[in-house]
């Protein structure tokens, strides 16, 4: 099982290809597909709160 800090290392480098994917579409579907599968692997997993922190301009995205 993945925890939290597995989490953000996804996320920030998602985050890190959004710009060079270019669309926007892709992109979501992309984070969706990551989120899916880490919400069977841990009933623990926040997906909107995975979901946020792949969406931000940031280069840090945070989970807590």
């Known amino acids: 099982m993945m925890t939290r800090k597995d989490y953000v290392i996804v996320a920030q480098i998602l985050s ?4 060079l994917i270019g669309d926007e579409f892709t992109y979501h579907d992309l ?11 841990n009933p623990r997993f926040d997906f909107n709160k995975f979901i946020s922190a792949c969406n ?3 280069m840090s995205p945070s989970l807590s």
């Open 16 to 19: 890190s290809y959004k710009d």
């Open 31 to 41: 984070v969706d597909e990551f989120a899916g599968y880490f919400a069977e692997d």
């Open 56 to 58: 931000r301009d940031e």
